[in-house]
């Protein structure tokens, strides 16, 4: 229950494509899902979030689609670019009380950007 | 603001060989997380503390691993008696107290320290 389940594993677009990886989970308590993004050698960095009362979540190219019946969350990155490429993880957080602020990674999704 | 500083950013240690690593939260953060990343895998939780608390190390194994967050200095996470198995990248990642139900204090990671034992 306490899983996130990531696919897919890695993912090769074109310059300008769209790229979407998906997220499933169980656990009704998780409150926050966010997204990072790690490069190699370099630790996660937050990329974008959502709450599970809001259906999308925008910030430049990329989206958040949640799906609350479903449990179920996308990333969507519009207008693919190469600098993207990346190791993306969705997460999921058991609820936030007294600074406890665990977050709970996908396995993570390598995704290639080819000119 | 410097961020989650981590040291040493790579360590190399021969099996049977003890294993520090370090964490410095962001500044005004008391709460550290330790997570481990093995290669091509993702990121698995180990141990989260406030200051001279352990609060949850349901991820940490049982021997050998050991996680301490003093009043005064950095987070350290200690392996003793290293093996092949414990080489992998181990991310710290600390947090404040504030901003919870908007989300906006979702964890801040540091670059990582990776360990190889030969």
């Given at each position: 229950q306490q899983q996130v389940k990531q696919s897919p594993q890695s993912l090769i677009v074109q310059k300008g494509g769209i790229s979407i990886i998906n997220c499933a989970y169980e656990n009704t308590a998780f409150d926050y899902f966010p997204w990072y993004q790690q490069f190699p050698?370099?630790?996660?960095?937050?990329?974008?979030?959502i709450r599970p009362d809001v259906s999308e979540k925008k910030e430049g190219r990329f989206t958040i689609s949640f799906n609350k019946s479903a449990k179920q969350f996308?990333?969507?990155?519009?207008?693919?670019q190469p600098g993207d490429s990346a190791t993306y993880f969705c997460a999921a957080r058991r609820g936030f009380s007294g600074g406890y602020n665990k977050l709970i990674f996908g396995a993570g999704t390598r995704l290639a950007v080819h000119p | 603001n410097a961020g989650v500083m981590q040291n040493p950013r790579h360590l190399v240690r021969r099996r049977g060989q003890e294993a520090r690593l370090r964490c410095s939260p962001m500044k005004g953060h008391s709460h550290v997380y330790w997570y481990r990343q093995l290669p091509e895998e993702g990121l698995k939780f180990m141990v989260y503390l406030q200051k001279e608390n352990i609060i949850d190390e349901s991820g940490m194994p049982k021997e050998r691993f050991s996680a301490e967050f003093p009043k005064e200095g950095p987070s350290i996470l200690r392996i003793q008696q290293v093996v092949r198995g414990d080489s992998a990248a181990y991310f710290c990642a600390s947090s404040g107290l504030t901003g919870g139900a908007s989300g906006a204090n979702v964890l801040t990671f540091g670059a990582g320290s990776r360990l190889t034992v030969l």
């Open positions: 050698g370099k630790g996660p960095a937050l990329l974008i979030a996308s990333l969507h990155i519009m207008d693919s | -």
